[in-house]
């Protein structure tokens, strides 16, 4: 099979699908520039918030923390609140080759290179209402009424805590039969599935919907053989410890024991958020140049207008959150009694509706700089990858994202919010909303690759 075919498969090779990104690129020619709050042609400042003048798409208000934590009680910023439920669909087809995903080449305004390897569908509801009145969305018909047929997995997810207010999306995956829908344009391609899990730590070419929606997808679908991690059995090494951690007391080890674990952590936290006028946020400036924290130490949210040739439509203004520095997520891993296990944090964000999800080992926002392995022992670096936060929403927001395994037996710093889990606990946790963060949900993408 050759590119160029009606189909629209792309033979296995990540430099093909690369070469078709930069030609996406240059065919979109994304442009964006800062511009006063004032001059955004679509937002307004209404009651202390700054809101779509459609009612639609997401608003940008303030909040206030009261909670039993002290790191958290008082705690007052800007956050974007936008309670419509998106879609993070995939689209997936078995070939000759083994299974084969419809990707889309993304053009965001916020991504580091412009445009990103995305999911076949990621759309918010007033995208494909066409609130904006542009284009359709494309294979929006595979991902709705909310159990098409052919679906494969269908879960509710997160975005970030310490930046959205309760705001999830459909993480969804649907098999089609035969060759499926051809390709509407060159934003779209069929590719091995086993090819974009090559690209999944490459830095800033697989976007955070797509990461989202794979690592939440059934594993034996993506898994060329239809069995996560089998091809690593009796070769040793790290391959073959995540098949044991996969398969260990599968029937026992199901969501439930992560389950209790975080009601036990969310019982013991109070957290109530309520809305305060962005004007009157203690610690943070507000100008016509946007709304930044005085220390310049978290984020600002300039406004930006935008224009390119490979969305819905071709210009549009809005606000994104922009970062003053990286920020980190370190999942450490060490063999415990035998099995390869993962430490799992319960992290409380401002923005979570349940007060606390698991995420990653270390979650460090806007560093000043980057933090090193642990110290001691024999650390092994498993995976690495530098990846920016959805370009549609925040601008150029760089995050680094490790896998850390430790010798056995080294001591590890942990307390009563750290829980260590099997990677099958972890996977059947991915299944049900609420349970695992964004930051963490990235962070384990990047063992794809092992399937």
Not at 28 to 54: D, F, N
Not at 103 to 128: D, F, H, I, R
Not at 179 to 185: E, L, M, Q, T
Request: negative net charge; contains cysteine; glycine residues 10%.
């Amino acid at each position: 099979m050759r590119p160029g075919r009606a189909d629209g498969f792309v033979p296995a090779s990540t430099d093909s699908l690369l070469e078709w990104r930069e030609r996406v690129r240059a065919m979109c020619g994304l442009e964006s520039r800062r511009i006063p709050w004032s001059e955004g042609r679509s937002w307004r400042r209404v009651g202390g918030q700054l809101v779509h003048l459609t009612g639609g798409f997401f608003s940008l208000c303030g909040v206030r923390a009261e909670s039993s934590l002290p790191d958290l009680d008082g705690v007052e910023q800007p956050i974007i609140v936008q309670p419509e439920v998106g879609i993070l669909g995939l689209l997936v087809r078995q070939a000759d080759s083994g299974p084969q995903l419809l990707m889309q080449a993304k053009a965001e305004p916020g991504n580091v290179g412009a445009v990103q390897l995305a999911p076949s569908v990621q759309a918010t509801v007033s995208n494909y209402s066409r609130v904006h009145g542009g284009e359709p969305t494309q294979y929006l018909e595979h991902f709705l009424p909310t159990h098409p047929p052919g679906v494969i997995t269908d879960s509710l997810q997160s975005e970030q805590g310490s930046r959205f207010l309760n705001k999830y999306n459909r993480n969804i995956t649907v098999q089609v039969a035969g060759p499926g829908p051809a390709p509407v344009s060159e934003v779209w391609r069929w590719c091995d599935v086993s090819t974009v899990l090559k690209l999944m730590n490459t830095d800033f070419c697989v976007n955070t919907d797509a990461r989202s929606a794979l690592v939440c997808s059934d594993w034996a679908v993506l898994a060329a053989d239809g069995q996560p991690f089998e091809r690593w059995r009796g070769r040793g090494g790290f391959g073959e410890s995540l098949l044991g951690s996969f398969l260990i007391d599968r029937e026992a080890a199901k969501a439930d024991a992560l389950g209790l674990s975080l009601e036990s952590a969310r019982n013991g936290v109070a957290l109530k958020v309520s809305l305060k006028p962005l004007e009157e946020l203690e610690g943070w400036r507000l100008s016509d140049d946007g709304i930044s924290d005085c220390d310049q130490a978290l984020f600002e949210v300039p406004m930006l207008r935008v224009s390119t040739g490979g969305r819905e439509i071709r210009s549009w203004d809005q606000p994104l959150v922009r970062n003053y520095g990286e920020s980190l997520a370190v999942l450490l891993c060490q063999r415990r009694e035998g099995v390869l296990r993962f430490q799992l944090r319960a992290s409380v964000e401002i923005g979570f509706g349940e007060r606390v999800q698991f995420g990653p080992s270390l979650q460090e926002h806007c560093l000043g700089g980057v933090s090193p392995l642990p110290e001691g022992g024999k650390a092994i670096l498993r995976a690495e990858s530098r990846q920016t936060d959805e370009g549609g929403r925040f601008d150029r927001c760089l995050g680094i994202y490790r896998i850390v395994e430790l010798a056995e037996g080294d001591p590890v710093e942990g307390g009563r919010d750290t829980f260590w889990a099997t990677l099958n606990q972890i996977y059947e946790s991915l299944r049900a909303p609420g349970l695992i963060n964004n930051e963490l949900r990235s962070t384990l993408a990047q063992l794809l690759p092992y399937l």
